[in-house]
């Protein structure tokens, strides 16, 4: 694919803007609010919004809206994506430092609330779970559409208090929880010696960069964790890397809604996924992604979604 004369014109001058290019250059490394871009260019929101408008235009960028607020990341479309690495290729490193460092420092703020949130909330977490959802029902659709098992290795990234652990451990020849709150995997540790597991590996790691070992597990959780994370389509790639031949992934999160209060309350920082997004992030992680199931709740509160999806086997691998 590639752009007509027109097209390539209009790109050409999209980039060709010094605050426009810091943007290409910001969002290569992020997904970014208008608020957000505005604090690291120093530039006012009005004025950034008419920057990110014209690259939107000329489809270099993309805006997506999750509940009132409009986040912006690079074009997924081959041709604009490679005209945008070619400019930022040519660009040396000194001219985004003070960008980059501004950047940082809304990631650290970022991290940081959500960080001490969950130290905060730990404790009281399985109560503030239940209060979005009937758990019973998401459970028992969890272990449906997990399978009978028995499974050889179960990796739940985003552990928390462990309750997927808890709910599949018994399945598991062995299980791994990894969580980035001590305070979290201190509880669960409580709660799996409670369930009378013992091969449960807690472990203190970062979901965007497990250290676990490719293709290492049978099956692979990640459930209500991707709507605290920055970068969803990374933590997406990363569990599915550790999926093996035949295995499975499950991630169980909101669909899309508009509770705005959570953001500030709960530290969400997406509000849902859609199932086309999850469809396009499972394919692109190289898994097969089955028909997502929703459960919306019995009076209030958010529908769950289970999207499922398989590494192919060897054998079927080598036969497509
Ligand atoms: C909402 S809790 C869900 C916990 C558990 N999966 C459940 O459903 O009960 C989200 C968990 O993700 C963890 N978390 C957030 N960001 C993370 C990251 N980058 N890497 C690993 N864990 C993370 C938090 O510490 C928290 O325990």
Not at 182 to 206: C, F, P, S, W, Y
Not at 279 to 303: F, I, N, Q, Y
């Amino acid at each position: 694919m590639s752009f007509n004369a027109d097209q390539t014109v209009e790109a050409l001058r999209a980039v060709g803007e010094p605050t426009r290019l810091r943007v290409l250059s910001l969002l290569a490394g992020d997904e970014l609010s208008v608020m957000e871009l505005s604090r690291i260019l120093e530039q006012s929101q009005p004025r950034v919004s008419r920057h990110l408008k014209l690259m939107v235009d000329a489809g270099l960028i993309e805006r997506f809206p999750d509940g009132a607020r409009v986040f912006y990341r690079l074009s997924s479309d081959l041709p604009a994506r490679r005209l945008i690495d070619t400019v930022l290729d040519l660009l040396d490193d000194a001219a985004g430092e003070a960008d980059d460092r501004r950047l940082d420092d809304v990631r650290r703020d970022r991290e940081a609330a959500a960080s001490a949130y969950f130290e905060r909330v730990a404790p009281q977490w399985d109560r503030i779970r239940s209060l979005y959802v009937c758990e019973t029902a998401v459970e028992a659709a969890i272990l449906e559409a997990a399978g009978d098992g028995p499974f050889e290795r179960v990796v739940d990234l985003g552990t928390g208090s462990g309750r997927m652990l808890t709910l599949l451990g018994k399945k598991a020849r062995m299980s791994v929880g990894l969580d980035l709150s001590q305070n979290m995997l201190n509880i669960a540790r409580t709660n799996v010696a409670r369930a009378g597991l013992d091969k449960v590996e807690l472990r203190h790691g970062d979901i965007f960069s497990t250290r676990l070992p490719q293709h290492s597990a049978d099956l692979v959780l990640v459930h209500q964790v991707l709507h605290y994370l920055a970068d969803p389509a990374s933590a997406v790639a990363e569990a599915a890397r550790l999926v093996a031949p035949g295995g499975r992934l499950l991630i169980v999160d909101f669909a899309p809604h508009a509770l705005e209060h959570l953001r500030e309350e709960h530290q969400h920082r997406r509000l849902g996924f859609a199932d086309d997004e999850m469809r396009r992030w499972l394919g692109e992680a190289g898994l097969k992604p089955s028909e997502p199931v929703a459960l919306p709740p019995d009076t209030e509160g958010l529908t769950v979604s289970i999207w499922t999806a398989e590494r192919p086997s060897v054998a079927e691998a080598s036969a497509a």
